[in-house]
């Protein structure tokens, strides 16, 4: 049975864990400029600084979640913690580029493993109800929050001491973490091993998928490899379910997504994510480029956002136990395009108090109030013995989701902008080298349209989340959702379903 006689030490651990693998994706983007001059690193490979983590992370989500349901969590999730802290030493340390993109591959492997643990966790230290909704709305702001602190984070560090700290102050954040995890739960391990061609044929067609859309968004859409990787991912990825279907032990159990809210919050929570990393590129773009803020600057610019995020979580964490989820996702979500809308409106020379600023905060109140139901969706129901499953693939979802709104989104940014002026980010660095400030603010019109529409496409896509959210979440009778405890070899489902859980 869940519980624990220290929650808030059990929720400050998982919360810790939690913020710092989601910091980790952008923590590194306002460190790169001095890690190029640091380490001489090519154009080329600076990108892989931060997409080896990107890639790493997205693709093993699936296969760390189930190791935790058969190898035990907290077991599992200690491990991860440890490699992740033996990594960001590496790579705080590392002499060359080499070492360094090797050290974040290893931290994507340790997140992928952490980050689905530390969600099934809380399923089986916290007890049904109060409890565990509340570990649920600081789950939810955290990732919510995650993202924009590693910005602020990150450019603090980097301006005030080193680059090299924004890999080691992991070091004791993993420290605490290890020593918290005496008062986590364990919870019940699923009964079976590992489903190896499972796993193979997942992990590898998630890599394949994270890694065309990354290079799609680097080196276009055309490119040989791009197709060659959307092509073994479309075949691995039509392999894996039918493999799964006739597994014994299935490293995703087939169970999961015959529940109609469960697949529905899936998908919610992969719009999500295409349109708010896709919104962090293009505000972390506009306030460096075209109001001219330094790194810390932007990260300060953030705090609204991470505020906003974290109020609403809370708050929905204590709605989700009086109204049904859609009630609080649908109209989350129309706020979120009522945000990046406003933020559509952006000119070179708007105000940050009277225009950026609110805009952010309404973004992410919206947003915010819809991760816990979407969160909640997902593990309603579930036997413990699948969480980490459950867990993992709502992760993978909005991981590959950012993956996807990042490459296609920019795209759009940059083929807008380069209508109205061409080329217009190398002309803006050329204005900037000449002193020609004739061209760079012809440049800033014209990335700033481009931004504009980069917004809009993030509002296009919250508002069909906004549909999803209404339509397809919490469209069956909420209390009567029968799950099964153990799979039926083959199937994924038993001959005596056991009624479920209610979160």
Known sequence: MPGTRHPGIALAVLAAAYLMVVLDATI?????????????????????????????????????????????RRRVFRAGIAAFALASLLGGLAPNSGLLIAARVVQGIAAAVAAPTTLSLIATTFTEGKERNRAMGVYA?????????GLLLGGLLTEYLDWRWVLLV????????????????????????????????????????????????????????????????????????VIQARSRYPLLPPRLLQDRNRVGAYATMFLVGVGMFAAFYFLTLYM?????????????????????????????????????????????????????????????????????????FVAAVGLGITFVPLTLS??????????????????????????????TLATLSNAVANQ???DAD????????????????????????????????????????????????????RNRTRVPRQAAPGTGWTHQPSRSREL
């Not at 640091?38 to 490979?45: I, M, P, R, T």
């Not at 065309?212 to 490899?225: F, M, Q, V």
């Open 426 to 477: 190398e002309v803006y660095f050329t204005g900037l080298r000449t002193r020609d400030f004739t061209l760079v603010e012809r440049a800033v019109d014209a990335m700033t349209h481009g931004y504009a529409w980069g917004f809009i496409g993030s509002a296009l896509v919250f508002a069909v989340g906004m549909l999803m959210g209404a339509v397809v979440i919490d469209a069956g009778k």
């Open 170 to 241: 992991n070091i004791p954040i993993a420290t605490g973490v290890l020593l918290g995890t005496v008062v986590l739960g364990e919870g019940d391990r699923a009964k079976g091993k590992l489903d190896i061609p499972g796993a193979a044929t997942g992990t590898a067609g998630l890599l394949a998928l994270v890694y065309a859309i990354t290079r799609g968004g680097e080196s276009g859409w055309g490119d040989g490899l791009t197709l060659a990787c959307f092509a073994a991912a479309a075949v691995q990825l039509a392999v894996f379910p």
């Open 420 to 422: 109205r002026l061409p």
């Open 378 to 407: 997902v593990l309603r129901g579930v036997d413990e013995t699948d969480s980490g499953s459950a867990s993992a693939l709502l992760n993978t979802t909005q991981q590959v989701g950012g993956a996807v709104g990042l490459a």
């Open 28 to 72: 590194m983007n306002v460190a790169l400029p001095s890690i190029q001059a640091s380490l001489k690193v090519s154009a080329e490979n600076l990108a892989w600084v931060v997409n080896a983590y990107a890639l790493a992370f997205g693709g093993l989500l699936l296969l760390g979640g189930r190791a935790g349901d058969l190898f035990g």
């Open 288 to 360: 460096q480029q075209v109001l001219g803020y330094s790194a810390v600057q932007t990260g300060l610019a953030y705090l609204p956002f991470s505020l906003g995020v974290s109020l609403m979580a809370g708050i929905g964490a204590k709605l989700a136990v009086k109204v049904p989820p859609r009630l609080l996702v649908a109209p989350g979500m129309a706020v979120a395009v009522a945000g990046m809308l406003w933020l559509s409106r952006l000119t070179p020379h708007s105000s940050y108090t009277t225009e950026l600023m609110p805009a952010m």
């Open 141 to 149: 702001a955290m990732a919510g929050v995650g993202s924009t602190l």
